[in-house]
């Protein structure tokens, strides 16, 4: 990067247009930043998704406020596509309007998944017309948001086929299906949890940390997590007690938890003040970076308007995080990027909260103003993706992309087959041969997972 970037805290601009954030945008080498989409065609993104076809499902949150939510405003999803591939939207709906809340946000299994404390909900939509087949059922309810900016977030699918998602250490949920009885509630304060989309199945992945916002999972199926206030990066293993910034541990004969994998922290970084709020996870798996940046680390950070690149080496039986590189610095104050989004063609998605404060706000100003950016190297474009046509035979080739984002989405459209009874006895024969003849670890993991799904 730059030298500029290491120079002492500089006086920084404040709102601007998106193209003019853009501009304002120092990039590593060879990359460069386009607005996907800014206000007024969207609006405080919190929670956004990738769907089979490469649009971008995007939950605008106008309810939260830092002491509460205002009860008279309603939430939204919205589709964006981008049909000519130069990396800005053409095409806008709204798919629904009916909810408070929008914490979280994930495309699946003939619907979509959303966060809406107290509420984890399922929307249908099973013949993919992008309108909703009926009103949003609650899978699980319990939530707490005692601490609005601490619900449950950050959702993604697992290697596993499960849904994963993060929340924070100041809210205090007692999750079950609905009519559940509290004493057979889970109790969750601080940690990583899945639910299983077709067993119905809720449990806890593992416990601690602060405000984690970002979670994903490595070509070994390894869960890495970024977090807030504490160090800001953890290896997260199932079962795990992980380090707490506040309360006790459920289980009382813990003798010790587990602590952060970085070797570094960010505050006080590149001569800006703060640095400990951290929001997305997103480990390079796509096709189109320099060969470098694969299994590299890139996220957010609030008070530094900047992504960060950490770097993973094994240790032992996980893993050391150290700093690799500022992939972006934006001289915008406004700038507050909070999660990330891998495209079909390589590149990654950055959605923009874009406000004053920069944490806790209730500014009524920055209600109107949200941006999705889209971060790319070289000269590509998106071409035309419908992975929901393609063969079984054909899903299961995907598994040996070296894009990951068509490995997970081929991954869970095997999974769904397999639910609605398609016979796939050709495709898993072709996933055992993979997995006894590839030379290659990863792909020996993507064809069991496939059969596993």
Not at 18 to 31: I, W
Not at 54 to 73: F, S
Not at 226 to 234: D, E, F, G
Not at 407 to 435: F, I, K, P, T
Request: a negative charge.
């Amino acid at each position: 990067m730059a030298a500029s970037l290491r120079a002492e805290e500089e006086k920084l601009s404040r709102n601007m247009t998106p193209e003019e954030t853009v501009k304002a945008m120092e990039l590593a080498d060879g990359f460069k930043m386009t607005v996907f989409a800014g206000e007024p065609d969207v609006r405080q993104p919190c929670a956004f998704a990738v769907d089979d076809r490469g649009r971008l499902w995007v939950g605008e949150n106008y309810t939260y406020t830092k002491y509460g939510w205002q009860p008279d405003a309603r939430d939204r999803i919205l589709i964006f596509e981008d049909t000519d591939g130069d990396g800005k939207h053409d095409t806008r709906k709204v798919f629904t309007d009916k909810f408070t809340y929008v914490s979280g946000l994930e495309v699946g299994h003939g619907g979509v998944w959303v966060g809406s404390p107290p509420n984890l909900l399922f929307i249908p939509d099973k013949n993919g017309d992008d309108v909703p087949d009926g009103d949003a059922q609650v899978v699980l309810d319990g939530w707490g948001a005692q601490d609005q900016h601490e619900t449950l977030n950050s959702f993604t699918w697992g290697p596993d086929g499960w849904l994963y998602g993060c929340q924070g250490v100041f809210t205090h949920s007692k999750v079950g299906k609905p009519g559940t009885p509290d004493a057979e509630r889970v109790p969750l304060n601080a940690g990583v949890w899945r639910y299983h989309p077709t067993q119905q199945k809720f449990e806890v992945f593992a416990w601690g940390t602060s405000n984690p916002w970002g979670i994903d999972f490595d070509d070994r199926g390894q869960a890495l997590m970024t977090a807030c206030v504490i160090p800001h990066l953890w290896h997260m293993v199932q079962g795990g007690r992980y380090h707490r910034q506040s309360g006790k541990h459920f289980n009382d004969h813990i003798y010790d938890d587990i602590k952060t994998i970085a070797k570094h922290n960010h505050q006080g970084f590149l001569g800006r003040k703060g640095g400990f709020a951290h929001g997305g996870a997103l480990l390079y798996l796509g096709d189109s970076f320099p060969d470098e940046y694969r299994g590299k680390l890139f996220m957010c950070n609030i008070h530094h308007h900047n992504i960060y690149v950490d770097q993973l080496a094994r240790h032992g039986s996980g893993f050391i995080g150290d700093h690799y590189e500022e992939a972006m610095l934006c001289h915008d104050r406004w700038f507050i990027g909070f999660n990330l989004r891998a495209a079909p063609d390589g590149s990654i998605y950055i959605i923009d909260w874009y406000d004053e404060k920069e944490c806790h706000g209730q500014t009524p100003e920055g209600k109107s103003t949200g941006r999705i950016y889209k971060m790319s190297y070289g000269d590509v474009r998106q071409r035309p993706v419908d992975l929901a046509k393609k063969t079984s035979a054909e899903l299961v080739e995907l598994q040996l992309h070296k894009n990951d984002w068509y490995v997970r989405h081929a991954r869970r459209l095997l999974a769904e087959r397999a639910v609605a009874g398609e016979d796939l006895s050709a495709a898993n024969e072709s996933l055992y041969q993979m997995l006894e003849n590839n030379a290659d670890p990863t792909r020996r993991l993507r064809a069991l997972w496939a059969m596993h799904g």
